[in-house]
């Protein structure tokens, strides 16, 4: 590598995950199963209903296409004992790809259920958001690792239900955060029913962490006319960020719990200097509409608000492009994000090559330094 | 650089006006009269350039008590740039929205029916 401040990093994240000097993947991933959270989901109604379908991924998460099967059969099969969707990446998987790629510490966050908004019964939507999250927590206790950190998924159906989870939560030693999934989301994140969330995330310091997702059919993803998993992928994740970020914005949840930070993981970072100066300009034209911010949208960005840098996309490495997004927003509000194990996962390196014009501090805080700050690891 | 007077406008023409704009130095300034007072800004909004004081004249919004229902500030009045929509309070010139924004306002002073703007 050619910066010896990140050789330094991939060498100490390999056998030190306590250093602060440790690149950190601020957006790692299980994929659990229904059948993975299976035993631990409560039992009911709900559960037998669940468990009942033949094509639960259609009839609980209203799935289309998610991440097709192919994706993953191409991929090293010789390293892999089981690569296919239906099956759990579990997170023994995802720590041997992390040693692999020399990453620290992990936050992590679901995978089927970044759908979990787009569960059409609510009561699926508590039960299975309940599950997942004592099944993460026996996962991460079975693995026996100090550095493994989850976010706490909530079910933005149910937000009461949601600051429950929050509640029971919060003081587990290995919670983090605060997963919302955006995936057709609605109403959307600056809706007032949302606040129990917004408010038990920051009564116990907790960022609530926003993740896109594709397949459904909700709005605004319009998932009809959108033929392949390719199309739908390439516009929806930023699509879903833009439009719950106006929301929040817009709608005042930055100003009204000022001590609340917020993640924006899984779409990269281009979109972010556009919307934020775009939302600047119309916050000057129409700030009739919008009486509830009492400064910038930049600048409520600026000060709550983060964002992981996976997927990179095919960004070039040779210029200052990354970069000059990244001091847009600020050196300091951008985390590296591997986004392990998904097909599209971004490696240190991917970032680092395109850092080329900060100082090695700087360096070091996107790679790990802001996401332990961020997330108090 | 010291300031002289300027003759702006005759108090009578706030008549049947809310505000007069005229040039002065090269510089189109408006006088407003609000409540018995005047006051001078630049016809220059620092957004693009446009002619801020032609606009139209509101009260900026805010939250009410219950930190939902919209209302006006009462307290303040500001002009509505007719390209953009930036606002800019009459007295003090400060953008509504972002204090860091300013145009320029001027000094007034009335005498024997004239309006002076010191500039």
């Known amino acids: 590598m050619w910066n010896r401040i990140i050789d330094t990093m991939a060498q100490k994240s390999a056998s030190d995950t306590d250093s602060e000097l440790t690149v950190v993947d601020a957006d790692a991933h299980v994929q659990e199963t229904l059948d993975a959270i299976k035993d631990h989901m409560e039992e009911g109604p709900a559960k037998d209903l669940i468990y009942s379908s033949p094509i639960p991924m259609s009839e609980v998460y209203g799935l289309d296409t998610g991440t097709p099967t192919y994706v993953y059969k191409s991929q090293a099969p010789e390293k892999r004992e089981k690569h296919i969707l239906d099956d759990a990446i579990a997170l023994s998987e995802v720590i041997r790809l992390r040693e692999e790629l020399g990453v620290g510490p992990l936050v992590i966050t679901p995978t089927i259920n970044l759908l979990l908004p787009a569960v059409n019964n609510d009561q699926f939507a508590v039960k299975i958001a309940d599950a997942y999250n004592k099944w993460i927590v026996d996962e991460i206790e079975a693995e026996g690792l100090p550095d493994t950190y989850f976010n706490i998924l909530v079910p933005p159906q149910r937000p009461q239900k949601g600051a429950e989870q929050i509640e029971k939560w919060a003081d587990n030693p290995n919670s983090k955060g605060v997963c919302m999934p955006l995936t057709g989301l609605y109403p959307p994140a600056g809706h007032r029913i949302h606040d129990p969330i917004y408010e038990a995330a920051e009564k116990h310091g907790l960022p609530v962490c926003f993740h896109s997702g594709g397949g459904a059919w909700n709005f605004p993803l319009a998932h009809r006319w959108t033929e392949t998993y390719a199309e739908g992928s390439t516009w929806l994740h930023p699509t879903q960020h833009m439009t719950q970020m106006v929301s929040l914005m817009y709608n005042g949840v930055p100003e009204r719990y000022p001590d609340l930070n917020f993640v924006h993981q899984e779409a990269g970072i281009g979109w972010v200097p556009y919307l934020m100066y775009r939302m600047d300009d119309h916050y000057l034209e129409f700030s009739y509409e919008i009486p509830a911010l009492d400064k910038l949208p930049s600048e409520y960005i600026k000060d709550q608000f983060y964002f992981t840098t996976q997927p990179l996309g095919h960004t070039p490495s040779a210029s200052d492009y990354i970069a000059t997004c990244i001091e847009s927003i600020g050196t300091d509000r951008v985390m590296f994000s591997g986004d392990l194990p998904h097909a599209d996962f971004d490696t240190p390196e991917e970032l680092s090559d395109r850092l080329r014009r900060f100082d090695d501090d700087t360096v070091a805080d996107i790679m790990g330094g802001t996401a332990r700050k961020v997330f108090d690891l | ?119």
């Open chain 2, 1 to 119: 650089m010291s300031k002289a007077r300027q003759k702006h406008s005759d108090v009578t023409e706030f008549e049947s006006a809310d505000r007069v704009i005229t040039e002065i130095k090269g510089m189109e300034i408006a006088v407003f009269k609000k409540d018995g007072s005047f006051h001078a800004m630049a016809n220059y909004c620092t957004h693009q350039g446009g002619p801020l004081c032609e606009g139209g004249i509101t009260k900026p919004s805010q939250l009410g008590d219950d930190g939902w229902e919209w209302e006006y500030d009462e307290e303040r009045s500001c002009v509505v740039c007719p390209w953009h929509g930036w606002r800019y309070d009459i007295e003090s010139g400060a953008n509504v929205d972002h204090e860091n924004i300013r145009a320029p306002t001027y000094d007034v002073e009335v005498e024997d029916g004239t309006v002076y703007v010191l500039r």
